[in-house]
């Protein structure tokens, strides 16, 4: 609640769009529904935290590629 009420008073907009980043359409959409709201989009950063549940070592390098691309 002490979040939400910070993010409340804070200056500027908070949004959340699902988007499933392992699927390019859900990506597409994302973009097109972020410049409908805000006009443009000034910064991206990659932050999704998609991880494998898989020894570093011993997973297999499809898991781990994921990992890096998202």
Do not use: Y
Not at 45 to 69: C, H, K, Q, V, Y
Request: charged share 25%.
């Amino acid at each position: 609640i002490a979040e939400e009420d910070a993010v409340k008073s804070s200056p500027g907009r908070l949004i959340a769009i699902k988007c499933d980043l392992t699927e390019e359409s859900d990506i597409l959409s994302m973009f097109k529904d972020i410049r409908q709201i805000f006009g443009r989009i000034d910064v991206c950063i990659n932050n999704a935290g998609l991880g494998e549940d898989a020894p570093l070592l011993t997973g297999s390098s499809s898991d781990f590629r994921n990992m890096l691309w998202t």
